[in-house]
């Protein structure tokens, strides 16, 4: 995988020339730090390096007008007492003679790497820039921000390389219009203008905070369903980490290792064509360790386990609702809840402004010490951690010719002592003829190294009569040698083990299970969509909030007899699947199973975006009424389902089932 790292390192130049308590914060130690700490954890060598160059005025012209243009060009000669008075006229803005080249090189930054994914000399990358853009307008610096360098970027991309449109997501720190910069656009049902209508998304955060789950769970239930619908072929990250735990400005508790999740989430769209592109973040310590969780994800590597309860916060649900509400007329994939939820728009008076957080006063140390902590943690976690030197093995009974896989993956050929296989073998008759003991000796032996930790992710076959019996083993294996919660995802004809405790260890998940249904909280069966869109609302409404939720330390995905995947459909699940657990995945195939689904596997498993699942299509009023059945018997139990208000309307199981802001066919998408 080629990941690019944008930079260049007078971007440093620019600096506060005079004393600004409100300015000082956005200074150059953001850049060296972060990328000191790219060179510390050995990945900026892992990328492919390109030095940012200047954009050119006529491409600063594609966002912002001539006049602005011309304004920022003569600050180069302005002497210091000038700059401050030019400042002033400005909200949260500081000059330097340097200004206008580090910004014509942030911008520049970034139109160079979304021309190396879209030429496809990338997959991926991050520019790592300053000033930052996402604040700036046509005419007119704001809040640290001089051109808005992911909007050039988007405008490039459309103009250059015939992308048609843009979906805007952003989430931000709102509370209901007392916090800077005091938009009533920025609120949920500001959704855009005229034929653009629905294709700007804002989530505000009413509250400050807001922590890992509340971030996830706006991936889940409002940004991906939406990007899904929306299909793009390029997805910009505007990166702030001023959402980060630490972060003066943001005031938020987002981990770094979070942002390693969002990145993750976000490569399943687009043919994992993203862009990243470096805006706010103001703590030095927190900024870095996030930006370098995003490269890792860009890289592929397996992102850490979420620390913290995942229970999103009262506040962040009433704001998903609310925005749900408001894209509902917009997008097929949130009408697809069966129910309306409620609009709640801000109503509060704006004259009532947050009051700033000061330095050195209780609530800053508190969050401060607070913020240590998390980081700190962290650091533990990496080392206890590390990178694997085998990211994914392949353990066949027989390779075949066709089989295509990465050049990086291991294709095992081990297999567990012949004591062992043959003690766990007695558990189930058919496990005991050659062919499937010979698979289980192959699929123990990959088991292992991933609970040793020598291997992060694999892929085994097993004979399509042992398929249910070596699951049983796999899970009784994990639960007896290290793996503490065990979430199992078998899609197709495979029962739960009947005598498998019901303790809390393990989440058993069945889809193309009979009929929707949840004996317990760790039980839940429900039937295969037949829809793209009833696939994916089921992964994202259900699957992924239970595995989010469960937080496991290992994930088993078995395609036992009549699945009914498509390979798309299966590597999408293997893929999102990989966030929850760390990456550790095991996936176990039917012998039977084409070479095709194996490598594509392989492939994901290692950190590639899946392929597209094709057209969207609605899901089936069946499939939407086991999906708020489900929902609304677990959400009690499992808060990153909740979401809607009145999922709980349906108290009965349901019937057994036997592009462009003109066109969203070619887009482009913007995250902030």
């Given at each position: 995988?080629?990941?690019?790292?944008?930079?260049?390192?007078?971007?440093?130049?620019?600096?506060?020339?005079?004393?600004?308590?409100?300015?000082?914060?956005?200074?150059?130690?953001?850049?060296?730090?972060?990328?000191?700490?790219?060179?510390?954890?050995?990945?900026?060598?892992?990328?492919?390096?390109?030095?940012?160059?200047?954009?050119?005025?006529?491409?600063?012209?594609?966002?912002?007008?001539?006049?602005?243009?011309?304004?920022?060009?003569?600050?180069?000669?302005?002497?210091?007492?000038?700059?401050?008075?030019?400042?002033?006229?400005?909200?949260?803005?500081?000059?330097?003679?340097?200004?206008?080249?580090?910004?014509?090189?942030?911008?520049?930054?970034?139109?160079?790497?979304?021309d190396?994914?879209?030429?496809?000399?990338?997959?991926?990358?991050?520019?790592?820039?300053?000033?930052?853009?996402?604040?700036?307008?046509?005419?007119?610096?704001?809040?640290?921000c001089?051109?808005?360098?992911?909007?050039?970027?988007?405008?490039?991309?459309?103009?250059?390389?015939?992308?048609?449109?843009?979906?805007?997501?952003?989430?931000?720190?709102?509370?209901?219009?007392?916090?800077?910069?005091?938009?009533?656009?920025?609120?949920?049902?500001?959704?855009?203008?005229?034929?653009?209508?629905?294709?700007?998304?804002?989530?505000?955060?009413?509250?400050?905070?807001?922590?890992?789950?509340?971030?996830?769970?706006?991936?889940?239930?409002?940004?991906?369903?939406?990007?899904?619908?929306?299909?793009?072929?390029?997805?910009?990250?505007?990166?702030?980490?001023?959402?980060?735990?630490?972060?003066p400005?943001?005031?938020?508790?987002?981990?770094?290792?979070?942002?390693?999740?969002?990145t993750?989430?976000?490569?399943?769209?687009?043919?994992?064509?993203?862009?990243?592109?470096?805006?706010?973040?103001?703590?030095?310590?927190?900024?870095?360790?996030?930006?370098?969780?995003?490269?890792?994800?860009?890289?592929?590597?397996?992102?850490?386990?979420?620390?913290?309860?995942?229970?999103?916060?009262?506040?962040?649900?009433e704001?998903i609702?609310?925005?749900?509400?408001?894209?509902?007329?917009?997008?097929?994939?949130?009408?697809?809840?069966?129910?309306?939820?409620?609009?709640?728009?801000?109503?509060?008076?704006?004259?009532q402004?947050?009051?700033?957080?000061?330095?050195?006063?209780?609530?800053?140390?508190?969050?401060?010490?607070?913020?240590?902590?998390a980081?700190?943690?962290?650091?533990?976690?990496?080392?206890?951690?590390?990178?694997l030197p085998?990211?994914?093995a392949?353990?066949?009974?027989?390779?075949?010719?066709?089989?295509?896989?990465p050049?990086?993956?291991?294709?095992?050929?081990?297999?567990?002592?012949?004591?062992?296989?043959?003690?766990?073998?007695?558990?189930?008759?058919?496990?005991?003829?050659?062919?499937?003991?010979?698979a289980?000796?192959?699929?123990?032996?990959?088991?292992?190294?991933?609970?040793?930790?020598?291997?992060?992710?694999?892929?085994?076959?097993?004979?399509?009569?042992?398929?249910?019996?070596?699951?049983?083993?796999?899970?009784?294996?994990?639960?007896?040698?290290?793996a503490?919660?065990?979430?199992?995802?078998?899609?197709?004809?495979?029962?739960?083990?009947?005598?498998?405790?019901?303790?809390?260890?393990?989440?058993?998940?069945?889809?193309?299970?009979?009929?929707?249904?949840?004996?317990?909280?760790?039980?839940?069966s429900?039937?295969?969509?037949?829809?793209?869109?009833?696939?994916?609302?089921?992964?994202?409404?259900?699957v992924?909030?239970?595995?989010?939720?469960?937080?496991p330390?290992?994930?088993?995905?078995?395609?036992?007899?009549?699945?009914?995947?498509?390979?798309?459909?299966?590597?999408?699940?293997?893929?999102?699947?990989?966030?929850?657990?760390?990456?550790?995945?095991?996936?176990l195939?039917?012998?039977?199973?084409?070479?095709?689904?194996?490598?594509?596997?392989?492939?994901?498993?290692?950190?590639?975006?899946?392929?597209?699942?094709?057209?969207?299509?609605?899901?089936?009023?069946?499939d939407?009424?086991?999906?708020?059945?489900?929902?609304?018997?677990?959400?009690?139990?499992?808060?990153?389902?909740?979401?809607?208000?009145?999922?709980?309307?349906?108290?009965?199981?349901?019937?057994t089932?036997k592009?462009?802001?003109?066109?969203?066919?070619?887009?482009?998408?913007?995250?902030?």
């Amino acid at each position: 995988m080629r990941t690019a790292l944008v930079y260049h390192e007078d971007m440093t130049a620019a600096q506060l020339l005079w004393e600004d308590p409100e300015c000082e914060i956005e200074r150059p130690e953001r850049l060296t730090a972060a990328l000191e700490r790219l060179r510390q954890w050995g990945l900026e060598q892992r990328c492919l390096q390109l030095a940012a160059r200047e954009a050119s005025e006529a491409e600063l012209g594609l966002v912002h007008s001539p006049e602005y243009v011309s304004l920022l060009r003569g600050t180069q000669t302005l002497s210091t007492r000038e700059l401050q008075a030019l400042s002033g006229q400005y909200d949260a803005v500081y000059f330097h003679p340097s200004t206008f080249h580090c910004a014509r090189l942030a911008a520049g930054a970034a139109l160079q790497l979304v021309d190396a994914v879209l030429t496809g000399a990338v997959h991926n990358g991050l520019a790592l820039v300053r000033p930052p853009g996402h604040h700036s307008q046509r005419a007119a610096a704001n809040g640290f921000c001089v051109f808005n360098n992911v909007a050039i970027a988007a405008k490039h991309a459309k103009q250059r390389h015939g992308l048609h449109s843009v979906l805007y997501f952003s989430w931000h720190r709102y509370e209901h219009g007392h916090f800077w910069p005091y938009l009533r656009e920025s609120d949920a049902d500001a959704v855009g203008q005229g034929q653009g209508r629905g294709f700007t998304v804002n989530l505000p955060w009413n509250q400050v905070g807001m922590g890992n789950a509340d971030y996830v769970a706006a991936f889940l239930h409002v940004l991906l369903p939406v990007a899904f619908e929306f299909d793009p072929e390029l997805v910009l990250i505007s990166a702030g980490f001023d959402s980060a735990i630490g972060d003066p400005e943001g005031q938020m508790r987002a981990t770094p290792e979070c942002f390693s999740h969002l990145t993750q989430l976000l490569q399943v769209l687009a043919g994992g064509r993203v862009c990243a592109v470096l805006e706010g973040g103001y703590h030095l310590e927190s900024l870095s360790q996030s930006v370098c969780m995003v490269v890792k994800a860009l890289l592929g590597d397996p992102a850490l386990p979420l620390s913290g309860p995942m229970e999103p916060h009262h506040s962040a649900l009433e704001s998903i609702q609310s925005v749900r509400a408001a894209q509902n007329p917009h997008w097929k994939s949130l009408r697809q809840q069966g129910s309306t939820p409620i609009l709640n728009p801000s109503t509060y008076s704006l004259e009532q402004r947050a009051s700033p957080v000061s330095p050195g006063g209780p609530k800053f140390k508190a969050a401060e010490a607070q913020a240590s902590a998390a980081l700190s943690s962290l650091l533990d976690q990496l080392h206890l951690n590390p990178t694997l030197p085998v990211r994914t093995a392949v353990a066949l009974t027989a390779l075949d010719a066709a089989l295509v896989l990465p050049a990086d993956v291991l294709r095992q050929e081990g297999s567990a002592p012949q004591e062992e296989t043959r003690a766990w073998a007695r558990l189930h008759e058919a496990l005991a003829q050659d062919k499937a003991l010979t698979a289980l000796g192959k699929v123990l032996h990959l088991l292992n190294g991933i609970l040793d930790g020598q291997v992060s992710s694999g892929i085994a076959a097993t004979p399509e009569p042992a398929a249910a019996p070596t699951l049983d083993v796999v899970i009784r294996r994990s639960l007896s040698h290290g793996a503490r919660r065990l979430l199992c995802v078998a899609v197709g004809q495979l029962d739960r083990p009947a005598d498998l405790a019901d303790d809390g260890r393990n989440l058993w998940l069945n889809i193309r299970g009979k009929e929707a249904a949840a004996p317990s909280m760790f039980q839940v069966s429900v039937p295969l969509p037949g829809t793209t869109g009833g696939f994916v609302n089921c992964v994202l409404a259900l699957v992924l909030p239970l595995a989010y939720g469960f937080q496991p330390d290992l994930v088993l995905v078995a395609l036992g007899p009549a699945h009914g995947l498509q390979a798309p459909q299966a590597a999408l699940l293997a893929s999102l699947l990989r966030g929850p657990a760390g990456g550790r995945v095991l996936v176990l195939l039917e012998q039977g199973s084409t070479s095709q689904l194996a490598g594509i596997l392989a492939r994901v498993l290692q950190g590639e975006a899946p392929p597209g699942l094709g057209p969207f299509s609605m899901a089936s009023p069946e499939d939407t009424q086991a999906l708020i059945y489900l929902r609304g018997q677990l959400e009690a139990e499992w808060k990153m389902l909740q979401v809607a208000e009145r999922l709980h309307q349906f108290a009965f199981p349901p019937a057994t089932q036997k592009r462009s802001s003109l066109s969203a066919s070619s887009p482009t998408s913007v995250v902030s």
